[in-house]
C-alpha cells in the first residue's frame, strides 16, 4: 500500500483550522460594523461655528432634533414628554447631568427652545449645543 494514502478507518493526526478560523474572522467584522453603527446615533446637519469647545462628559445625554422636528435622547426617538420623564431619571441619579443638544441647522426652532425649557424645569444647568467648527 502507499505511504500517502491512509486507510478508511485510520486516525487522523492532523487538525485543519482553515474553517474555524473563517468563521472567527466573520465574527470579528460583524462585530466591529454593529459596534461602529450603533455610536454613531442619529445624523443631522448642524449649524457652523467659528470656535467651538469639546463638549463630551462621562455620563453625557444627546438630545437631538432633526430638520423635520422628531426628537431623540439618545438616538432614540421620544416625544416631549418621554424626554422630560427620561430626563428627570438621569437627573435624579446624577445632579449635575450634563446634556447636549444637537439640533440640525433646518429644525424648527420652536422643538429647540421646547427642549431648551424642558432642560430649565427639571434644574439641567450644563447645556451644551453641538456645532460644526468652519475651516479657515
Known amino acids: 500500500m502507499?505511504?500517502?494514502?491512509?486507510?478508511?478507518?485510520?486516525?487522523?493526526?492532523?487538525?485543519?483550522?482553515?474553517?474555524?478560523?473563517d468563521l472567527a474572522y466573520v465574527l470579528l467584522v460583524i462585530f466591529i460594523i454593529m459596534t461602529t453603527a450603533s455610536v454613531q446615533g442619529v445624523k443631522v446637519d448642524m449649524p457652523h461655528t467659528v470656535n467651538s469647545a469639546a463638549l463630551a462628559k462621562p455620563q453625557m445625554r444627546a438630545?437631538?432634533?432633526?430638520?423635520?422636528?422628531?426628537?431623540?435622547?439618545?438616538?432614540?426617538?421620544?416625544?416631549?414628554?418621554q424626554l422630560e420623564q427620561r430626563l428627570a431619571q438621569y437627573k435624579s441619579s446624577n445632579p449635575e447631568l450634563p446634556v447636549v443638544l444637537k439640533g440640525d441647522a433646518a429644525a424648527h426652532y420652536e422643538k429647540v427652545s421646547e427642549v431648551l425649557e424642558i432642560c430649565k424645569r427639571l434644574d439641567i444647568t450644563e447645556v451644551g449645543l453641538v456645532t460644526k467648527k468652519v475651516v479657515e
Not at 502507499?2 to 478560523?21: A, C, F, H, R, W
Not at 437631538?64 to 421620544?78: E, I, Q
Open 2 to 21: 502507499s505511504e500517502g494514502v491512509k486507510e478508511e478507518n485510520q486516525l487522523y493526526d492532523e487538525i485543519n483550522i482553515t474553517p474555524m478560523l
Open 63 to 81: 438630545i437631538t432634533v432633526t430638520s423635520d422636528g422628531s426628537v431623540y435622547l439618545d438616538a432614540f426617538p421620544v416625544d416631549m414628554a
